[in-house]
């Protein structure tokens, strides 16, 4: 039996070295010795040996890979997207919100780069996909003809359809900022789901407020943020539009109100005290210019001078402490627009109830 020669760089394959040529010895005139005997059967060993490896090799390389990735990444638990689903939305598990599919935590840094489902991939089949994509009532667009929304906390939306054995779903969000800050960035978050109506939402008012004049984007998917599965919907994206009071934030404007005004703002605002991070809170000047007339009567004029940006976050502080502790602020925000010149009921984009 020959062993085949093989190439000295192929590399994964296990073999026995080509031997050197060997010219064959004349032929015997008697019955081999038993030296010889035992020379020959080696060498049928080893051409076997080489043979019985080069096989299994072969059998190796060629063995199939069990699936696409895409259903590779589906199956650690040994089920698929859709079972897993449907374990999901069993009432026990449903209803304790501890059901994993034994999944892997999803990872933070690689949450965003898992890629868009692809309803005509055979994996996908049963599996509940989220459709009918809104950004605060705007159809899901991208590009120069993404929407802007005149809110600092658009709710995201979308429609989770029925299927059978999935009478509901949790759903997990992705939301990134194209070119500014998000709150909590790199997080999933759980959607507020309507299943008589299979619709599911993110107000963003449970998560934190927007910047104006930034644009984002994001995505939905039918399983619960601690679920590392796939199923992501394409990406939305959308732009919060700039603030109703439009200041240079380089420009130093100066502001005339009563002392009582004033102080009624810094009571809203507490303490301008400095942060862990080193951030100074906005309002800082007004602590100061309204310390400094402290004798002042409540009706007295007092000017506080400070550049656009430190207005634009003054009221944008006082515009979140109205919508979520005390609507008595909007009276204040209100008159501090006007003393800047902007709209006489300012909303810096946050609900006004």
């Known amino acids: 039996m020959t062993v085949p020669d093989l190439p000295p760089d192929y590399a994964g394959w296990a073999h026995v070295p080509a031997q050197p040529a060997v010219p064959p010895p004349p032929a015997p005139a008697s019955a081999p010795t038993g030296s010889e005997a035992s020379r020959t059967l080696t060498r049928m060993a080893i051409g076997a040996a080489g043979v019985l490896v080069l096989a ?5 390389a060629v063995r199939p890979t069990g699936g696409s990735p895409a259903e590779a990444a589906w199956r650690p638990g040994g089920i698929t997207l859709a079972e897993c689903q449907a374990r999901i939305a069993a009432p026990a598990n449903f209803l304790s ?4 599919c034994d999944y892997p935590q999803e990872e933070r840094a690689r949450a965003a780069e898992a890629p868009a489902a692809d309803p005509k991939d055979p994996v996908y089949a049963g599996v509940v996909l989220a459709v009918g994509l809104q950004s605060d009532n705007r159809g899901c667009t991208t590009g120069a003809n993404r929407p802007v929304v005149t809110t600092v906390y658009p709710v995201l939306s979308a429609t989770v359809p029925a299927a059978p054995g999935v009478p509901h779903v949790e759903t997990a969000f992705q939301l990134q900022g194209l070119d500014g800050p998000v709150p909590q960035e790199g997080e999933q978050f759980g959607g507020d789901g309507n299943w ?4 599911t939402a993110l107000p963003l008012e449970r998560i934190g407020s927007l910047e104006h004049g930034v644009s984002y984007r994001w995505r939905v998917r039918a399983t619960p943020p601690k679920v590392a599965a796939a199923g992501w919907s394409r990406w939305c994206e959308f732009t919060v539009a ?12 100066q502001v005339t109100l009563p002392a009582e005004t004033w102080r009624g703002i810094l009571d809203a605002l507490g303490p301008a005290l400095p942060h862990v991070n080193g951030y100074s809170p906005p309002h800082g000047p007004i602590e100061s210019a ?7 009567r409540s009706g007295d004029q007092v000017t506080v001078a400070m550049n656009g940006r430190r207005w634009s976050g003054v009221l944008d502080d006082l515009a979140q402490v109205a919508t979520r502790r005390s609507t008595a602020a909007w009276p204040l925000a209100d008159a501090l627009s006007a003393g800047l010149g902007g709209p006489e009921r300012v909303t810096m984009g946050f609900p006004r109830r």
């Not at 299994?56 to 190796?60: D, I, P």
């Not at 919100?97 to 994993?100: F, L, S």
Request: aromatic share 6%; hydrophobic share 20%; net charge negative.
């Open 97 to 100: 919100g501890q059901e994993t």
């Open 242 to 253: 700039r603030a109703d009071l439009r200041l240079d934030e380089y420009h130093t404007y």
């Open 290 to 296: 309204v310390r400094d007339t402290s004798g002042s």
């Open 196 to 199: 008589p109506e299979h619709t």
């Open 56 to 60: 299994l090799g072969t059998a190796v």
